[in-house]
């Protein structure tokens, strides 16, 4: 089945350490997203990539990096610089970045900082 | 900047009846596409409907269809014949249709409607 997978689900870490979130799709889909979600708060946009080797930075990206060296694969890093890392973080892919493509989203991965 | 209200932060409707969730929007342009998401509570985002601003006619989805007033910046959601299944947040969420690249083809949400449906 084609779809988005996000791993893990769940992700404990500790103050001041790096840590990165999977995000694969087999959808063929050229655009991918990373998206922070907090209770209260509607989506926001970390960082977004419209091809291979090409990603921008979305309104929250301070403290997060990415990279886009494979098609189906968009990993996203919290480093310790990001002041507030505990959240829930929703992957998506869409065909292209055009704006009639619907984005799809993986299943999420909730991070604690401990 | 494009902003999306969802007036509604809770709602709850009993089952087989119809539930309207408010979304309202504000931009200057012209051409936009608007979305209603649902998260169940598994947190799974999926696409409920879609509507194009350039289109007068109001999109539908089985159960679910869209009151769109272009002039009013209003994109309510209609759920007929609720189900325990529709329990879930429903986002509302804009996207310009500027073929400039960057961040003016990123989806605006609002903060959502909690939907419960009881049975």
């Known amino acids: 089945d084609g779809g988005i997978t996000q791993s893990p689900k769940y992700l404990f870490r500790k103050e001041g350490q790096n840590v990165t979130l999977s995000c694969e799709q087999n959808?063929?889909?050229?655009?991918m997203y990373w998206y922070r979600q907090d209770p209260g708060q509607g989506l926001r946009l970390i960082y977004y990539s419209q091809i291979v080797n090409d990603f921008q930075k979305g309104d929250i990206a301070e403290g997060y990096s990415v990279s886009r060296e494979k098609k189906e694969s968009f990993p996203l890093t919290v480093t310790s610089a990001q002041k507030n890392p505990t959240a829930f973080y929703l992957c998506?892919?869409?065909?292209?970045?055009?704006?009639?493509?619907?984005?799809?989203f993986g299943p999420g991965t909730r991070l604690t900082v401990l | 900047a494009q902003t999306v209200t969802q007036s509604q932060p809770e709602m709850s409707v009993q089952e087989a009846e119809t539930v309207t969730l408010s979304c309202t929007y504000d931009?200057?342009?012209?051409?936009?596409?608007l979305f209603w998401y649902k998260q169940p509570p598994s947190r799974q985002m999926i696409l409920v409907i879609r509507?194009?601003?350039?289109k007068q006619q109001n999109a539908t989805e089985n159960r679910f269809s869209v009151n769109f007033q272009k002039a009013a910046k209003s994109f309510s959601l209609k759920i007929s014949d609720s189900q325990l299944g529709d329990t879930a947040m429903y986002f509302c969420?804009?996207?310009?249709?500027?073929?400039?690249?960057?961040?003016?083809?990123?989806?605006?949400w609002g903060l959502g409607t909690s939907l419960g449906v009881n049975p």
């Open positions: 998506a892919s869409s065909i292209s970045a055009g704006s009639h493509n619907e984005q799809f």
């Open positions: 509507q194009e601003a350039y």
């Open positions: 959808l063929n889909h050229d655009a």
């Open positions: 969420a804009f996207m310009k249709s500027d073929l400039n690249a960057g961040n003016n083809r990123k989806l605006i």
């Open positions: 931009t200057s342009e012209s051409n936009y596409y």
